[in-house]
């Protein structure tokens, strides 16, 4: 059974910092592109953070671009969002995906998303 649990949400204040992590399992993570996405109330889900299956390359979304950092553990089937600087628009639900292709094939998973408070 895939499985992708976020965890590390919660309230923090303007400035702090959160890391959030991504625990896989069920298929094999190490082959798996790994992707954090974010989705604020009223708006439609967005890319924040992209990492390659052997986290030799990564991209950012411009607001995630010098505050946030995507990392992972193929050791440990995780994958992590790091947030530092966090601004009240980056309050969100974060949802990591999974994301395979091959032989045209699509292969995505959903985690069932971590809250993201940014407020004084």
């Known amino acids: 059974q895939v499985q992708l649990i976020e965890s590390g949400g919660g309230l923090v204040q303007p400035g702090g910092s959160l890391r959030l992590s991504c625990a896989a399992s069920?298929?094999?993570?190490?082959?798996?592109?790994m992707s954090w996405y974010r989705q604020a109330p009223g708006k439609e889900r967005e890319l924040v953070a992209h990492i390659s299956s052997n986290g030799g390359s990564t991209n950012y979304a411009d607001p995630a671009k010098g505050r946030f950092t995507i990392s992972r553990d193929n050791a440990k089937s995780t994958v992590y969002l790091q947030m530092n600087s966090l601004k009240p628009e980056d309050t969100a639900v974060y949802y990591c995906?999974?994301?395979?292709?091959?032989?045209?094939?699509?292969?995505?998973?959903w985690g069932q998303g971590a809250q993201v408070t940014v407020s004084s």
């Open positions: 995906n999974a994301d395979y292709r091959y032989r045209g094939i699509t292969y995505n998973y």
């Open positions: 069920g298929f094999t993570f190490s082959v798996y592109a």
